[in-house]
């Protein structure tokens, strides 16, 4: 079997590729030019990206395979995540891999624009001796204004705290005890303008933040404050920026990101006080090491298809170690209720009881959905996309949880009502340190049986003789039963057979044995992985 297809289309850390190991072929484009992105891209399985390439819905659609595309770093605005949610693409960060770096870089740029480094430097090189010229400030007893108090922002708090600063902060997001435990005090964005020597901002670029500091905010600014944008270009708007500089209002600069990267001509190069980073928070070896290997890992699990904690695309985040085995119990729970029902599925509950009910356990919900539509979507039904079909198809889709549970530590059941009304319940659990499957209610009727690949589900009316007349007729077709259970109903004068047989058993003759037993419903189930 051909191995996946691992493109990787910037540099990357060599340890990337180590994580990544030897069951991909692993192939190098050049992500920033379009048309070998747009060609190298139509077979790869996973394409792992920094900033610089563009994975828009064009290069999305191109992509005939695509089932990861994974950003070793952090911002996510070169990925069009919709578009690959649509597509059933699974989308990974590394978010923690490159924040000490970018923080550190917040730092060296705050530093570097309080005492004129970049024009000390260029100007120390030109032969020139001017010490007067390039008298700064010092950070002790400023204030900082950060602007976003998110992973970084919070790094650079703590890292302005040893410098003596007083902290000012502006997040509309973030609660005040949260605030308060990073000692920063919570103000509104004039607010903050008003009092800090120095402003950081640590946002995501979205339309809200895209020139959130512009003109207006630089006259609101205390005079010869300085600014620095560590996160995303224009979110400090770079022309108002120069001319805030230019006109004296503005102190300094410490800019490492661009509204267009590379910049094309802009103002700010030619300002002294302006210190300029070609994009560089994340590029220190550690942070590439942390990124590559993250998403590296997340890229084997997705391929795996294995949930991937990572993944920004899939509701639920880190998943329990006790509720992980469950995950593959409620897709083939999912799968079953498809063999059951006879029509379309309009509703579908999804009950998590036991101990594991305390956790969250919404990836067991994805799960069984996604098993619900594996054996009828022509499409590739993943985590990502399986609950964007139940929304297309109207199913209404519920998770319940109660940790309170009768005959097992957990059970998972699910429960699904037809367009004709049908009504479908199956349940099942994970036993043993070998987490074995098995199934243990079929519509009502409860059991214990494991949930081989091939199981045989047949209803009738309970009598004796029918356990030999079920093995005769499968005998008679050369089926081999591998485990049985009968359960007589609680209520009526019914029964329910579940039989565990060796190979999948064809419509035809699962309705013959249906026939010789003369029972009332019946269902071949097959969860072969194929
Ligand atoms: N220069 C570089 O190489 C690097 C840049 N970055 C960028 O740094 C930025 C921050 O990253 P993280 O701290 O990891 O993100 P994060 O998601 O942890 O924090 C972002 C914070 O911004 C806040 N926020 C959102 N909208 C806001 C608004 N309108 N006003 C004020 N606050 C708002 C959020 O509530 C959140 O607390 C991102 O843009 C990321 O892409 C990250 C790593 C390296
Ligand atoms: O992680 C981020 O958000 C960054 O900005 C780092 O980008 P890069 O991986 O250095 O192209």
Redesign the pocket.
């Known amino acids: 079997m051909p191995k996946p297809i691992v493109l990787i289309a910037e540099i990357l850390s060599p340890a990337t590729i180590d994580a990544l190991g030897g069951d991909f072929e692993i192939r190098q484009t050049e992500g920033a030019d379009r048309s070998q992105l747009l060609n190298d891209i139509v077979d790869a399985d996973a394409i792992l990206v920094r900033s610089a390439t563009q994975v828009d819905a064009e290069a999305i659609a191109a992509a005939k395979k695509l089932q990861v595309i994974a950003r070793a770093?952090?911002?996510l605005d070169n990925v069009d995540v919709p578009a690959a949610t649509s597509a059933g693409v699974m989308v990974v960060n590394a978010?923690t891999s490159?924040?000490t770096s970018?923080a550190e870089?917040t730092m060296a740029h705050i530093l570097g624009s309080a005492r004129y480094f970049g024009a000390g430097n260029t100007s120390l090189k030109a032969g020139e001796w001017n010490r007067k010229k390039y008298t700064g400030v010092e950070l002790y007893e400023k204030t900082l204004g950060i602007?976003?108090?998110?992973?970084?922002?919070g790094l650079v708090a703590e890292r302005a705290k040893a410098f003596g600063m007083r902290l000012v902060g502006?997040?509309?997001?973030?609660t005040q005890a949260r605030a308060a435990q990073m000692g920063v005090e919570v103000v509104d964005l004039p607010g903050l303008l008003a009092v800090s020597d120095f402003v950081t901002v640590?946002?995501?670029?979205?339309p809200?933040?895209t020139g959130?500091i512009s003109t207006e905010e630089f006259k609101a600014a205390k005079p010869g404050a300085r600014f620095i944008n560590?996160?995303?270009g224009g979110i400090i708007d770079e022309e108002a920026l120069a001319e805030a500089v230019a006109a004296g209002e503005v102190g300094g600069a410490g800019i490492?990101?661009w509204s267009t990267e590379p910049p094309e001509h802009s103002a700010l190069m030619e300002l002294d006080a302006v210190n300029v980073t070609p994009?560089?928070?994340?590029s220190t070896a550690e942070a590439q090491e942390k990124a590559g290997v993250a998403v590296a890992k997340s890229v084997r699990k997705a391929l795996a298809g294995e949930l991937v904690p990572d993944a920004v695309n899939v509701a639920g985040g880190a998943i329990h170690e006790d509720v992980r085995p469950g995950i593959p119990l409620a897709e083939r729970l999912g799968r079953v209720v498809n063999s059951l029902a006879d029509s379309s599925v309009t509703h579908f509950k999804v009950e998590v009881n036991g101990e594991i009910a305390d956790k969250d356990v919404s990836v067991l919900k994805l799960s069984a959905l996604k098993g619900l539509f594996r054996d009828v979507v022509s499409d590739q039904v993943s985590y990502v996309n399986a609950p964007l079909l139940a929304e297309e198809r109207g199913i209404g889709v519920e998770l319940v949880t109660d940790p309170y549970c009768e005959s097992f530590r957990n059970v998972t059941r699910l429960t699904a009502t037809t367009s004709e009304g049908q009504r479908i319940s199956v349940s099942g659990t994970v036993t043993g340190p070998k987490l074995v499957q098995k199934l243990t209610e079929v519509n009502g009727f409860d059991l214990e049986i494991e949930l081989t690949d091939n199981l045989l589900i047949f209803r009738y009316e309970d009598r004796p003789g029918i356990i030999g007349q079920l093995g005769q007729a499968l005998g008679a077709n050369e089926i081999n039963i591998a485990g049985m259970q009968v359960s007589p109903s609680a209520t009526d004068n019914d029964a329910l057979s579940v039989l565990a047989v060796d190979s999948a058993v064809s419509e035809e003759v699962v309705k013959a044995v249906a026939g010789a037993v003369n029972a009332s419903a019946f269902s071949g189930v097959s969860l072969n992985e194929d």
């Not at 602007?147 to 922002?153: E, Y």
């Not at 994009?279 to 994340?282: I, N």
């Open positions: 770093g952090v911002g978010p490159n924040i970018a870089l602007v976003g108090l998110g992973r970084i922002g502006y997040d509309p997001y973030i640590h946002m995501p670029k979205t809200e933040t959130m560590v996160a995303r490492d990101v994009h560089l928070g994340a």
